[in-house]
């Protein structure tokens, strides 16, 4: 016959259990605990560090003296700092447009079609990605050398692009990895022509992805120092070089006040670019599932 | 249980996640050694959480787990004595099926010559010896199943846990497998314990069946006492299909209760249990007679229309309607060769069942 | 997808700008350093167009060999160092409970971010010898001889700050801190995906934590571990920044010897050919690694 569920079980007082940890909650065990804590103390110490002796008054910042916001007016006054601000701006906006529009036709056209040698392009669309930066940096200034062309904005903005467009690339074409080709065949069947189709179907889908590589694009350039280097001449300073030459001399409160803005406005368009990947793959799950 | 000795007690077990999700609520049972014990139930039940729970890859929040006489609370998987078959198999895919099988007695110091020759009859066992250099990506989901059993099984655990492991097979091979495990378990005489949500797979390989329902376990008996005397409403539907009827208890006669239903009358059923107030009144499809005759008074009986009929080459599944607006649903044998329907559409039948037939359901 | 045939216009639209910048822009310049490495220097810095191997030859005299192997040394001892960290880090961080691992890897990519040259300066003012790992030492060193001088200024010698920058160790505690987060991401990404059945069947069938962690994890996430070593490897073997601003002068890695080369040297023909070599190592890596993963995925069949 059966057993009832609620068998004569022995009326014994309800053993509570302590939670111990499972064999697999890694993160509960002490010693991993203590390596995250040091590891993430290693990698935020010195940023953070730096940071705060931008608002220590004492210029010899290891001790605490007190709030100000006085050397990021002294770095604001600083001509030179300033001027180069303006120069990152100035070539980051143009390498960001250009390198942009031109990775994300590549990443599109990777996407999209099938050509005898593409995997050897493809290598070579990702070989700036990875190669050193010093060999890329002195192969563009052998090249303008060679072509006698002076050294400044416009050369610096050229090899910013070169290095760009193929992140740039990369993302477009991981984010048409999801793009459901049907949209498109519809619209067709639906009477568009190709033109009306890649406007109204197929650039709205990649706009998420534009923007995520422009933005980081913007950040790349923004940031380069060693390729700048080699390929900037007079006046034609960058923030990054010019904070260079700043800590060539003598790391001061001033020129950390000068890094401190440059990591605000980095950290923000990589946010942004973050954001964006993820509010995009929330919206594709929701329509999918 | 018979006369086995309990291997596994679970005792007021509870498990809780977050504090307010309850994945286990109370269970207390025992497993007897050499049975083939099966925790079935809908998913999202508590059945792997349970097994789990025996694997020791989860702790309970409250009660006791007893495997072999030991309480197992603080012991770690890689210690208890049981050993598990997990739904993926989780075959090792750097290592081949040899050294798969024999991980288990590698890392427990045992030397190297009695570890290949244990792995070579536990392969042999599962019918894989001639697979024993094959790398796992060369294998088929079945072979690899039979691997991680082999792996298990080398370890000589007094217990072997499965969870789900016919689910990721196709109808044949399940078939085929269910076959398989039970001459398996006789084989190597251990206790195994399976958790499945097909209820075909529980009825014809356990001995004992656990039907769970959210973290409750609902009734423990064997298969036929399972189907034939379910406890509930959830397991009467659960294990197979019914048709149900509300009715109310009226009196009781010796070993007998007396259960009046609306349209159908009196009806007295051997019951052992004690039951009052509204219950229901099931009965099953093949314990149903569709006649266009009058049954005797000795049999339940209703008039119905035939909705559908729905042909299933060894029967025929036919859907009857009742005045009152209840469906009835009969399985009908063909026992005899015809290519015609039994009935028509809109033919009046009558439907009929003997009253010892009736389950009566309490909760 | 669909065969650039039938649409060739818009083929060549699409991939004529990208295909114009990569050559003109960048084939052109890699070529034209190759071209270079074989080129002589005349005695005012010019070039002198007389093709020879000389300059690879020159790469290679001891002197130069010295600072290509203490390159290579010192890319491996970070990498090491950083996997060291790293692992850990990663595997807190992918086996975290959900509710914490955004959190985590947002934490451990925000200084990706950050702009190199900070980041490498950074370290200045922790390493020179008024910062702030000598202050502190000098502040322990102070407190306990304080302890046993019984209030005599002179029974201990003073603390003598350590020189931790400008040399090889200020390098690879450079290196270690850039290549973390290149390192931790692939790494978190490939154990992410890791089937914990694995870890588990392993425990379950009598394994301890660090058999099943050696035995089991290592080598199935071997390939993650691979590529984030990998990476880590090439920056810090062609890395220029972090020897140049806390190495000093005695220091000298492949990147600033290059830089040296195109500066004050003013010997562009041997700077391409150290240029060249290094892009020769950097793909020789690129292609054992394309071989390994090619190797693993035939074995998946």
Redesign the interface.
């Known amino acids: 016959m059966t057993q009832s569920a609620t068998m004569n079980a022995v009326a014994e007082k309800r053993v509570q259990h302590p939670d111990k940890p499972l ?5 509960r065990k002490r010693w ?2 203590v ?2 804590v ?3 103390f ?6 953070l ?2 940071i705060a ?1 931008s608002f220590n008054e004492d210029k ?3 001790v605490w003296k007190g709030f100000t916001f006085g050397w990021y007016a002294k770095a604001y006054e600083n001509d030179k700092l300033f001027d180069s601000l303006m120069n990152s701006l100035q070539v980051g906006a143009i390498s960001t447009v250009v390198s942009t ?3 994300t ?2 990443g ?2 990777l ?5 005898s040698f593409k995997t050897p392009f493809e290598s ?2 990702f ?2 990605i ?14 303008f050398a ?1 072509l006698g062309v002076p050294l400044g904005i416009f050369t610096i903005t ?2 910013h ?2 290095f760009s ?1 193929p992140f740039v ?1 990369v993302v477009i074409r991981t984010r048409m990895a999801g793009f459901d080709e049907s949209l498109e065949e519809a619209s067709r069947d639906l009477g568009a022509s ?1 033109w009306q189709t890649f406007w109204n179907v197929t650039v709205p889908y990649m706009m998420p992805g534009i923007i995520a590589g422009g933005l980081l694009a913007f ?1 790349l350039s ?2 380069d ?2 390729i700048t280097a ?1 390929t900037s001449g007079p006046g034609s300073t960058t923030l ?1 070089i010019q ?2 030459s700043m ?1 060539r001399f003598s ?1 001061t409160p001033e020129v950390n006040a000068a ?1 401190t803005v ?2 605000v406005i ?2 923000t368009f ?1 946010i942004g670019a ?1 954001a964006m990947q993820a509010r995009t793959e929330k919206r594709t799950v929701k329509k999918n599932g | 249980m018979d006369n086995r000795k309990p291997i596994i007690s679970i005792r007021n077990v509870y498990k809780r996640f977050g504090g307010s999700v309850v994945a286990v609520d109370n269970a207390n049972l025992e497993i007897g050694e050499g049975e083939f014990f099966a925790l079935l139930g809908p998913s999202g039940c508590g059945k792997t959480t349970l097994l789990r729970m025996l ?3 989860e702790n309970p929040t409250e009660g006791e787990i007893i495997i072999d006489g030991h309480r197992m609370e603080g012991v ?4 208890r004595p ?3 078959v ?3 198999y ?1 075959v ?3 290592m081949n099926v040899l050294k798969n099988v024999g ?2 007695l590698r ?2 110091g045992v030397p190297p010559d009695e570890t290949q020759k244990r792995a070579l009859e536990a392969l042999a066992l599962v019918k894989m010896e001639r697979f024993a250099d094959r ?1 796992p ?1 060369q294998l088929s989901g079945g072979q690899r199943q039979r691997v ?1 059993l082999a ?2 099984l080398v ?1 000589r655990p007094r217990v072997l846990l499965l969870d789900e492991p016919l689910s990721a097979l196709d109808a044949k091979l399940r078939e085929a497998m269910q076959l398989e495990l039970v001459r398996l378990q006789h084989a190597v005489g251990i206790t195994f314990v399976i958790v499945t949500h097909d209820q075909d797979e529980a009825l014809s390989m356990a001995n004992r069946i656990a039907v769970m329902e959210s973290g409750k376990v609902r009734q423990i008996a064997a298969p036929a006492d399972l189907y034939e005397f379910p406890n509930s409403r959830f397991v009467a539907d659960f294990i197979g299909k019914m048709n149900l009827f509300e009715g109310s208890v009226v009196g009781a006669a010796g070993n007998n209760i007396i259960i009046e239903v609306k349209g159908l009358g009196r009806i007295t059923v051997p019951y052992s249990g004690s039951a009052e107030g509204t219950v229901g009144a099931a009965v099953r499809p093949e314990k149903v007679r569709v006649d266009h005759s009058e049954p005797g008074s000795d049999r339940v009986k209703l008039r119905g229309k035939v909705t559908e009929v729905a042909y299933f080459g060894d029967e025929s599944a036919v859907f009857l309607e009742n005045a009152t607006g209840v469906n009835i649903n009969v399985n009908v044998p063909n026992d005899a060769r015809r290519t015609a329907a039994p009935f028509a559409i809109g033919d009046e039948m009558w439907i009929s069942w003997n009253p010892a037939d009736t389950l009566v359901l309490a909760e | ?4 045939r039938k ?1 060739v216009e ?2 060549l ?7 114009f ?2 050559v003109a ?6 070529a ?2 190759w071209i ?1 490495s074989f080129l002589d220097r005349g005695p005012q810095g010019q070039l002198e167009w007389v093709f020879s191997f000389d300059n690879y030859v020159r790469a290679l005299e001891p002197i130069h060999l010295g600072i290509m192997w203490k390159s290579l040394w010192i890319a491996a001892l970070s990498t090491a160092l950083c996997l060291l ?2 692992f ?2 990663a ?2 961080v992918a ?3 959900s509710r ?1 691992k955004n959190f985590l890897l ?6 990706f ?7 490498t ?6 390493l020179r010898t ?3 790992v000598n ?1 502190t030492l000098g502040w322990f060193y102070d407190g306990i001889t304080g302890l046993f001088s019984g209030g005599d200024p002179n029974a201990f010698p003073a603390f003598v700050p350590i020189e931790f920058l400008y040399n090889q160790y200020a390098i690879i505690v450079g290196l270690v ?1 850039v290549g ?2 290149f390192l931790i991401l692939p790494l978190y990404a490939s154990l992410e995906k890791f ?15 660090w ?1 099943t962690f050696f ?2 994890l290592v ?2 996430a071997m390939p993650g571990i691979i590529a984030g070593s990998l990476l880590v490897f ?2 810090s ?5 972090v020897p140049d ?1 806390l190495g000093g002068t005695s220091s000298e890695m ?2 600033t010897l ?2 040296r080369q ?1 500066g004050a040297s003013r010997d ?1 023909p041997f ?2 050919a150290l ?2 070599l ?2 020769y190592i ?1 793909f020789i890596v ?1 292609w054992l690694r394309a071989v390994g993963a090619g190797r693993e995925a035939a ?3």
């Open positions: 064999p697999l909650e890694y993160l991993l605990q390596v995250l040091f590891g993430f290693f990698l935020y110490f010195p940023i560090a730096l002796t010899r910042n290891i529009i031109i990775g036709m590549i599109l056209a996407y999209r079609y099938r050509f070579l669309v070989l700036p990875v190669i050193p930066e010093i060999s890329m940096a002195v192969a563009m200034l052998a090249f060679m050229v090899s692009i070169a467009f690339a190709a950040t923004l940031d120092y060693v080699f990054p904070i260079y800590v790391v890094s440059l990591i980095t950290l990589a973050m | 694997a020791g890859f770690d998987p890689n210690r049981v050993n598990m997990f739904q993926s989780a090792f895919p750097h991980y288990g890392v427990t790398m990506n991680a792996r298990a370890k | 997808m669909r065969n650039w649409e818009a083929f639209v699409l991939m004529g700008p990208g295909t910048w990569l822009f960048f084939l052109v310049p890699v034209l350093i270079y960290l790293g850990p880090m595997m807190g086996f975290a409970p914490w947002l934490l451990v990519a925000l200084p971010f950050t702009n190199l040259l900070i980041r300066y950074a370290w200045i003012a922790i008024r910062g702030y202050e801190y973390l987060p089937d914990r059945s694995f870890l588990e069947a392993s425990l379950d069938l009598g394994a301890s934590q058999q035995q089991v080598p199935i090439i920056i073997l062609g890395t220029y920044l601003v492949i990147g290059i830089a195109f562009w700077g391409s240029s060249c290094l892009l950097t690129l074995g998946a069949h």
